[in-house]
């Protein structure tokens, strides 16, 4: 017998919002009786864009039922951008939990709203936006390499038969095992990668030339980039014990927000790559900065 | 949960107190070895042979035939395992794509390992294909496993006839009655039957004890190596209140099979008859001339099977579901995959396995709550248009 929460049978006892909307401004559909569960959303937006109605039809378990039911609480008030940043995790929290081989209701609750949220933008703007759904990696349950990908990735997964828990693929005849292995592989060695880039291994205790190199580098690769992509510029100036003295240019250093740039930005950059303890000052007299 | 209507008879079934009340002294007082030289021990030595008595007069046989082994699992794992290994040169197992995994995962794990297997389908009623099983079995085939009754649907297969076609190959032959010991009539004087299993805990004596049998003169390899215990075929000390308490519940099957195929039948036919006409929709699986008389295997369409047992279950109702969901299994039972019964319907299938311990009320109430449950559950499916 599972262990489901008492949030997931308070939803699968007394779902809300169960119904179908007639005049919905998106619908969405997802699943299959074959594939043992299927779930049909509709939303209607008010006047603001807000969701303002959305109710569900599910056929499943418990826990389809459940996600579905917590997922229309959930997205109620939510505009689409809102709504289109829900993730499978999100349903399993507020419903504190489902069993690792109940995952995929989640990720069915997510795929259900995303159609819909699709479905809106194909009606009344006229434009499908052009979502690749990607190539069919497992026929059993038809799953693709994207929606693959995409499980892997949100919910950090790296064995088979966890993707299997949260999207089914690889369930059936396990023909796709192989391919499964190799889209881990690859969505976890981007991590990886991405990863070892962003953080580098902190030495524990670093000497003073060791930082000022430190606290170049971290400018340089992490900061600078990201400051002229918005028109500004940075340059270190000096650094005394703890104490980063900057120089900000361009557009940052006219902004009305440069303070909170500083702090919030560069300091917590300088933080996260060479030490904790670090505060960043800004050189206030260089040129245009008296004027502001 | 203070009161629970029990149909799930064909996962476990109750322990019957006067079993109960023939084991205890062995969990007390009388704890000797039955191997020991001392009548302390020797007592309990004597129990077991009446025991195996008692088990070996339920199936018609001798008492030497009858091996006590821990469960269903583990006899059929002896039966074919044993027997390949007692013909080295052939490679090739028959049986049945609607087996118990008991069987069907060891064959599947014997194919990995070089053998050959197998599988003969059934028809949309679960009825075997026995042109395909003469077909299949050659002079490579060590052994052919049939299963006697099936514990989804309760589809009981002609088995004296299987064991006739097989053996007139001369090929052994072993048949899982795991759901039929108890609650049909079996005789195996009678039959062509050479191994047999069965387990204690569906036919109300506890779990972890269970029966190989093993006609005279069958050549079967020591499975379990130790003490001479079980002639030397399977050592280690015995599970002497399990034995004890099987010896008994075999004598109580005896003793209610009449019952099991008058009253209990009557019980589940009304069942039957009560769901088919209280919800719209459904459709019983199975072969409903040849079934065992207490297993009822219903499926309603567009629904499915993990959410009516939770239902249920807040009645105190518990049964089982062949759905996916329920084992945690992406696809819905093999057996009804087998018969064909569409996904649509095997999501969505209900067993209900009676005892002589259900009554009528029970019946009644289960076929009164039922409708609504459906009901309810339509309404949140998008297959039903309401
Ligand atoms: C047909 C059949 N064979 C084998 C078994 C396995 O028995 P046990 O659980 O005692 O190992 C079962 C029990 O579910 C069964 O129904
Ligand atoms: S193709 Fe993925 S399990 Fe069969």
Known sequence: MWDYTQNVMDHFMNPRNVGFIEDADGVGEVGSLACGDALTLTFRLDGQGRIADVKF????????????????????????????????????????????????????????LEAAINDYYKRKKGMAP????????????????????????????????????????????????GRIAELIEEVQGEKVRTEAEKKPIRPVRLTNIQKIQLVQQTINEQIRPALRADG????????????????????????????????????????????????????????????? | MDSVIYMDNNATTRVADEVVQEMLPYLTEKYGNPSSMHTFGGQVGKKIAEARQRVATLLGCHPEEILFTSCGTESDNTAIKGTLASYPNKRKVVTTRVEHPAVLTTCRDLERHGYSISEIGVDRAGRLDLDELGFRLDDNTAIASVMWANNETGTIFPIDQIAEIVKGRGIVFHTDAVQAVGKIPLNLRESHIDLLSLAGHKLHAPKGVGVLYVRKGTRLSTFMHGGHQEGGKRGGTENVPGIIALGKACELAQQHLEEENTRVRALRDRLQKKILAGCPDCMINGDTRDRLPNTLNVSFEYIEGEAILLMLNKFGICASSGSAC??????????????????????GSIRFSLSRYNTQEEVDFVADKLPGVVHRLRELSPFVAT
């Not at chain 1, 009305?256 to 050189?283: G, H, P, Y």
């Open chain 2, 326 to 347: 329920t084992s945690g299994a992406l696809e819905p039972s093999h057996v009804l995959r087998a018969m064909g019964v569409p996904f649509t319907a095997a999501h």
């Open chain 1, 57 to 112: 039809k599910t056929f499943g378990c418990a826990s389809a039922v459940a996600s579905s039911s917590v997922l229309t609480e959930m997205v109620r008030g939510m505009t689409l951008e809102e709504a289109a940043k829900i993730t499978n995790q999100d349903i399993v929290s507020r419903l504190g939990g489902l069993p690792d081989q109940k995952m995929h209701c989640s990720v069915m609750g997510q795929e259900a």
């Open chain 1, 232 to 292: 500004g510029d940075i340059e270190l100036i000096d650094v005394e014990g703890n104490t980063v003295l900057v120089a900000l240019r361009g557009m940052c250093a006219q902004c009305r927000l440069a303070e909170f740039t500083m702090k919030d930005v560069v300091q917590a950059r300088l933080r996260e790559f060479v030490s904790d303890d670090l505060i960043v000052e800004e050189q206030k007299d260089t040129p245009g900065a008296s004027e502001a």
């Open chain 1, 130 to 177: 052009t979502q690749p759904r990607g190539n069919i990696v497992c026929t059993c349950f038809g799953v693709t390499d994207l929606e693959i990908k995409k499980v892997v990735h949100e919910n950090d997964l790296t064995t088979v038969e966890e993707v299997t828990n949260y999207c089914k693929a690889g369930g059936g005849c396990g023909g796709c095992h």
